[in-house]
């Protein structure tokens, strides 16, 4: 890790972590015990075993959240700028979508069958994407398996293409890195019985060549990508990069799907409407329903007729694909309110605006500091890496991850009514973030890397 620390006092930013632990635990008694007592039952005394990935000795527990603020068991107050990792990427509780769905809870929330909410989410989503089909999931995790579902069938083809240091959620065949240039089963898989090299083939990120020596194997039906890789730290394409990549992925007969889950931070149409990408398919995950459990993805008109082809092609029985509360009503008006009413032009350059000023607020403290740091924004998005320069792929990404350095800056805002994303050093703003809210949070960074050096 010594690259990553380059510039740091070492032994003063241990001294600092012991000191932020010991604070965290008398200023939360309440959650102090409410821990205590989910142990009891919870598995890792958590209800998800990643609301353990935190910094804090023991978990937060929060009371309520609204807008960019939430409020925790012992009554203090912070400023979110994780937002449920971009579940709540446009506020907590968004009023038009609280009050969809205080609606529909009187009316019902699943039948297993479309609502009147469904066609006009559909043509908001074709007119926003550019895609004209679509189909809806509970998870992005869902989505993407779902989809690889569908375009293997299409495609006849069986093996999927993605990036060194991926992820798609839970998806089963993402789980391959490439290990000293190998492609390798991702170890913290637990469970996995199959192998996944076998139907999976992986590739460095902004390596053009490697991807032309893929395809021209002609058997990968899908590439599945973020545009921005965003999960090992943000890696950006380089210039050129998508527009070469979508010319060999169709000239070797495969199909490009676009997970926008995270890079829909990028403006209403996401990443690739803001670029001119042109995928097959896309998937967008968590943030599309303001919170709720719900995701989406679209084909193209071509695409979407060769999986209704196999499809009917197929004998009868399950498909595979959907589940019963797949598109429950609940989540079509989450949904509907979300679109129509929060995820606005205007919103989105409100939060533009203020990524912007807190990327070059935190330029201005690394710089003033001298550290080998950099900064990388990506609209609503805006992240800090441990290297000077960012990375060109996963590989580069994943060397320069020194978590106890990462938790200890997490801590240390955490103590200070500021949240970050516990993944990396990732910041979200929201509609409701304001000026004041970004001042704050780079006054304490900079109070925090001062005691670094």
């Known amino acids: 890790m010594a690259g990553t620390r380059d510039g740091l006092n070492w032994p003063r930013v241990q001294a600092l972590a ?36 935190w910094s804090t000795p023991f978990a937060l527990t929060v009371r309520e959240a609204s807008g960019v603020r939430f409020r925790d068991a012992d009554g203090h107050e912070y400023i979110d700028f994780c937002l449920g990792d971009t579940g709540a990427m446009f506020g907590h509780a968004p009023p ?18 479309p609502s009147e909410d469904a066609a006009p989410v559909a043509a908001e989503l074709a007119r926003r994407f550019g895609l004209p089909y679509w189909q809806f999931a509970l998870s992005a995790s869902d989505a993407n398996r779902f989809v690889l579902r569908w375009l293997r069938a299409a495609t006849g083809r069986s093996k999927v293409l993605v990036f060194n240091g991926c992820y798609h959620g839970t998806v089963d065949d993402v789980f391959v890195d490439l290990v000293d240039g190998v492609p390798t089963q991702r170890d913290s898989l637990l469970g996995q019985v199959h192998k996944l090299t076998d139907h999976t083939v992986v590739v460095e990120f902004n390596d053009l060549p490697a991807l032309e020596a893929a395809l021209g194997q002609g058997d990968i039906a899908c590439v599945l990508a973020e545009p921005v890789m965003t999960n090992i730290g943000m890696v950006l394409p380089q210039p050129g990069y998508w527009e070469a990549a979508q010319q060999l992925i169709k000239r070797h007969g495969s199909l490009l799907v676009i997970d926008e889950t995270h890079t829909i931070s990028s403006g209403p149409g996401g990443y690739a409407q803001a670029h001119g990408m042109q995928p097959d398919a ?61 995820m606005a ?107 670094f050096v």
């Not at 038009?96 to 069958?113: D, E, F, K, N, W």
């Not at 801590?411 to 949240?419: A, F, Q, S």
């Open 18 to 53: 012991a000191a932020e632990r010991t604070s965290y635990i008398a200023r939360n008694p309440e959650s102090a015990r409410l821990a205590g007592q989910a142990a009891q039952h919870l598995l890792f005394g958590v209800p998800m075993h990643w609301m353990n990935d």
């Open 282 to 342: 896309l998937v967008v995950g968590k943030p599309i329903g303001g919170g709720i459990p719900c995701a989406v993805y679209g084909f193209t008109e071509e695409l979407a007729r060769r999986v209704e082809k196999a499809k009917r092609d197929a004998p009868p029985g399950h498909s595979g694909i959907g589940t019963t509360l797949s598109a429950n009503m609940f989540a079509m008006a989450a949904m509907r309110a979300n679109l129509e009413q929060v």
């Open 345 to 451: 032009e205007q919103a989105y350059q409100h939060m533009f605006a203020l990524a912007a000023q807190l990327a070059e607020g935190l330029r201005a403290v690394i710089a003033h500091h001298k550290l080998p740091w950099c900064v990388t924004q990506i609209g609503a998005r805006t992240e800090f890496q441990f290297t000077p320069t960012p990375p060109q792929n996963g590989t580069q990404a994943q060397s320069i991850l020194d978590s106890e350095l990462e938790q200890i800056i997490h801590l240390y805002l955490l103590n200070r009514g500021l949240l970050i994303t516990p993944f990396h050093n990732m910041l979200l703003v929201c509609p409701d973030t304001s000026d004041n809210d970004i001042k704050q949070l780079l006054a304490a960074f900079e109070d925090c890397v001062r005691q």
């Open 96 to 113: 038009p979508v609280a009050q969809a769905i205080a609606r529909q809870a009187a009316r019902g929330y699943t039948a297993m069958l």
